[in-house]
């Protein structure tokens, strides 16, 4: 799943090395936090969030038959 999530990222941004993806897993959740170079910013949250919105559908999508709950969380 971090994977996916990296690979998109890196597909949306213009410096895809400055990309990085930390799982951070609780007993109940598993949360990715991703962060990106402060001007790539705009390009991971679109307007009005709309591909901030898309990634955490895709990544909720994938993760439909485990028992976590797993987010996106971008910082």
């Known amino acids: 799943m971090k994977q996916l999530v990296e690979t998109i990222a890196k597909a949306l941004v213009d410096q895809p090395d400055q990309v990085r993806v930390t799982e951070v897993v609780t007993e109940d959740s598993i949360v990715y936090e991703l962060s990106v170079f402060p001007s790539d910013m705009g390009k ?32």
């Open 44 to 75: 991971i949250i679109g307007k009005q969030g709309r591909v901030a919105k898309a990634l955490r559908t895709v990544v909720a999508a994938a993760a439909a038959g485990q028992p976590k709950k797993v987010t996106i969380e971008i910082v």
